[in-house]
């Protein structure tokens, strides 16, 4: 046994009590470590975790790191216990594993923890359980202080070394909560009393083992609890009968994200990157901190200078004089950055605080550690594809075209399909196209749980989504779900599945009577056609179907529509604004004979079929429109939907729409239904500049809506302010303008004569040809060389 310091164990083993995450008291552990020279070490934490300590010695496990236990069959059902480099725990850890020594965890084991029926998924043992006194809190109070993390910081983290007793601090610490538990009892922590019974029956089996020479760390609240002289007896009795559960433990990648106080985590801090800076620095941590701060600022564009620096830590120390603390702390260097670095703006100073005060720091796990077949493979594909997960949460681009993007985007949609949410496809800011996917990705540390969840499926990322769609096809109650499933399919490339979700697919859209429910299906099917071709997968299968239900849907549409209430109604317009781009979508596919996933083997035979075939699509779906808009039993706001959606797409004659509208808006029909039609016609984008650009139909609005009575329009008003409310503000003040001018001119197509105020007469050649060279930059065509607009010109060419 190592010599122990004169002193250390004479009154029993050593109980160094600490503060979780706390740097000062991680020197301190290591202070007093030294000096002691324990044979064996004793830390808080499952003793299932024992087989785990030795990995702390692989240089490729980096805090913060955290211990995480789930039950074997239940991994949903779980716990962390979270360290960080700046963890009294770890750094104990760390000193055992160095030294050769001993170490042990003596918490009560995970299997008791998870198997009590209150604990939530995720919870480690400092989880709140209801209402717990705050230690910390309680002694600031009674020094004076209103903040307890600035209280931490004047006794423990400002205190000086040098020659003082390396165990003094924790004498100290565990006086204060010997007084706190005899006025508090166990301050609303029943459970405390089980895993405190616990770790006397480890202590007691140590001390027989090694004697006295035992370093116990944990939480200096539990300190006077192992100091009692309670019987064994009286200890097993505690934990006789506590429910069981088979549990699985290994290390997993944490954040420092995850340790803040606001993450929810009961033991966390409110700085875990200030925290770890204080940790690290050998001296002069202000000065460290603010050129720290500095450097981020500049990295933001900001201007900051050595100047701003040595300004900085003047005020912080002044500051710190005014308010009688020992050194700088957080608070002061913080509001020293905010007047001296940002200019007394709080918007810089909140990305210091995120970046810096909090940090993004993800830990590391080596591959030696224990995992579940599914979490290695996925970390198999991470390196294969150089796709390294972070806690900081960033947005990338993928072009498909390329063979690894195209990876990516098929295991990060693998992923979704699994439940471990690691990205999130958002929308592009470049090109629409098919062929750009763009993701928001954070990994968080719960994402491990989701991992070993998914486990059952497979052990591997591709067997497990495959396995998993199949069986959610199998018992997804909506078509609209299967139908969803078969375009995930075609995003995450997963051949084998599709043919079951197919199978699925038919037979639920031939049994489906809902024209809703083929409605709403139908979408999802026709985006999986055009994801197929960009993938390279055969979807003859998909076009049969989506071919099919384009025509149950034709048929059922006019029917569906009649005697619907008014929220009905709305529901059915979406469907009908789906069914408009999916046969607008499936046009476009059956042009380019997309559908038999050999493109361009067809010839030119082929492609004109399958114009004719999408023509032929468009126009059995313009003559459902027009029997929706002819319909009077059709509510108003679909059949409003049904005009505009035609005049849109050119099916309308001159005139046509401004008859239409003039119809639903005469003094027959009630106020209500016409104010739906309005809302139907003219709601949704584009809208407002329908009205804008076409006076007749804005005289005809505007003349309805002076010719109703005061009541009609009070009861009309809901439905009008919800379609004018949605327009863009300066689509509505040119509304208003041209309605405060009042008509001009008669009604009859707008030409030179009768042109609204604010346009000319004729269209400006000049001003038309300046906007070509933009627009084709933004469409990618090719230059072409123009020829100058003027009489001589057009001349020379015509001769």
């Not at 552990?29 to 324990?38: E, G, K, Q, W, Y």
């Not at 710190?320 to 100073?349: F, K, N, Q, Y």
Request: hydrophobic letters at 45%; glycine letters at 12%.
């Amino acid at each position: 046994m190592n010599a122990v310091s004169g002193g250390a164990f004479a009154s029993g083993p050593l109980l160094l009590g600490v503060r979780h995450h706390g740097p000062g008291s991680a020197r301190a552990v290591r202070a007093a470590l030294d000096a002691s020279r324990p044979a064996v070490v004793l830390i808080e934490g499952p003793p299932e975790a024992d087989p785990l300590i030795p990995l702390a010695a692989d240089p490729g496990l980096r805090p913060p790191v955290a211990l995480l236990a789930h039950v074997v069959d239940e991994p949903g059902r779980s716990a962390f216990w979270p360290l960080a480099e700046f963890s009294p725990e770890w750094v104990a850890i760390r000193w055992a594993v160095e030294r050769g020594v001993p170490a042990r965890f003596v918490d009560l084991p995970a299997a008791h923890t998870l198997a009590e029926s209150g604990d939530e998924p995720g919870a480690g043992p400092g989880s709140a359980e209801g209402t717990r006194l705050d230690p910390l809190a309680a002694l600031a109070d009674v020094a004076g202080y209103d903040d307890p993390e600035r209280w931490w910081e004047d006794v423990v983290e400002h205190r000086g070394g040098g020659a003082e007793d390396p165990f003094a601090p924790f004498a100290a610490l565990e006086e204060a909560m010997g007084a706190l538990r005899e006025r508090y009892g166990d301050g609303g922590r029943s459970r405390d009393q089980v895993r405190e019974a616990y770790m006397r029956l480890q202590l007691r089996s140590a001390r027989r083992e090694f004697g006295d020479a035992v370093a116990v760390v944990c939480g200096a609240w539990h300190v006077p609890a192992l100091r009692t002289g309670v019987t064994v007896a009286a200890d097993r009795a505690l934990l006789k009968g506590l429910p069981k559960v088979k549990t699985e433990l290994t290390w997993v990648p944490w954040t420092y994200r995850r340790l803040s106080r606001f993450s929810g985590y009961g033991a966390g801090i409110d700085s875990p990157g200030w925290y770890a800076h204080l940790f690290r620095a050998p001296d002069r941590p202000v000065e460290r901190w603010l050129t720290k701060v500095a450097g981020l600022l500049r990295e933001e564009d900001r201007l900051v200078s050595s100047a701003h620096v040595i300004e900085a830590v003047r005020l912080a120390d002044t500051l710190a004089v005014l308010r009688g603390r020992p050194l700088p702390g957080l608070s002061e260097t913080t509001d020293a950055v905010r007047a001296v670095m940002c200019d007394g703006s709080d918007v810089p100073l909140s990305l210091v605080y995120d970046r810096l005060v909090v940090g993004d720091v993800l830990g590391e796990v080596p591959e030696s550690a224990p995992a579940v077949p599914l979490q290695r493979d996925l970390a198999r594909e991470q390196r294969r594809l150089r796709f390294k997960p972070e806690a900081a949460e960033r947005e990338v681009e993928l072009d498909l075209r390329k063979d690894t993007d195209a990876a990516r985007g098929r295991l990060l949609h693998r992923l979704r399909l699994l439940g471990v949410g690691w990205g999130e496809p958002i929308t592009s800011r470049g090109s629409t196209g098919t062929f750009r996917e763009t993701w928001r990705l954070r990994w968080e540390p719960e994402l491990s749980v989701r991992v070993a969840e998914a486990g059952v499926w497979g052990t591997t990322v591709l067997g497990a989504a495959t396995a998993k769609v199949e069986a959610d096809a199998i018992t997804a109650r909506a078509l609209a779900d299967v139908t969803s499933l078969a375009e995930q399919c075609l995003l995450a490339g997963l051949p084998d599945a599709l043919p079951v979700v197919m199978r699925v697919l038919a037979d639920r859209a031939a049994l489906d009577c809902d024209v809703g429910h083929l409605a709403q299906a139908l979408p999802a099917l026709v985006r999986s056609l055009r994801y197929g071709d960009v993938r390279g997968t055969h979807t003859g299968a998909l076009a049969d179907v989506a071919a099919g239900l384009a025509d149950r849907i034709f048929v059922g549409l006019p029917p569906a529509c009649v005697g619907l209430d008014v929220d009905a109604a709305h529901e059915m317009r979406g469907h009908v604004e789906g069914v408009q781009g999916a046969v607008a979508l499936l046009s476009e596919v059956w042009g380019g004979c997309r559908l038999d996933g050999e493109t361009g083997s067809g010839g030119e035979g082929s492609q004109g079929d399958g114009n004719r075939e999408g023509a032929g699509l468009r126009d059995r779906w313009r003559g459902v429109l027009r029997t929706l808009a002819l319909r009077d039993a059709v509510p108003g706001e679909i059949r409003g939907r049904a005009v505009r959606l035609l005049l849109d797409g050119g099916a309308l004659a001159d005139g046509e729409a401004a008859r239409l509208m003039g119809l639903a808006l005469s003094p027959g029909p009630p106020p209500g239904d016409a104010a739906a039609w309005v809302e139907g016609f003219a709601g949704g984008g584009g809208g407002g500049l329908l009205l804008v650009h076409d006076e007749r139909l804005l005289r005809l609005v505007d003349g309805w809506l002076t010719s109703v009575s005061t009541e009609a329009f009070t009861d009309a008003l809901p439905l009008l302010r919800r379609t004018f409310s949605a327009y863009e503000p300066g689509v509505r003040r040119t509304l208003g303008e041209l309605v405060r001018r009042g008509p001009e001119g008669a009604a009859g197509p707008v030409t030179g004569a009768t042109a609204p105020p604010g346009f000319a007469a004729e269209p400006d050649p000049r001003r038309a040809d300046a906007v070509v060279p933009v627009l084709r930059l933004l469409l990618g065509l090719e230059e072409e060389r123009t020829v100058p607009r003027d009489d001589n010109t057009l001349a020379g060419v015509g001769g």
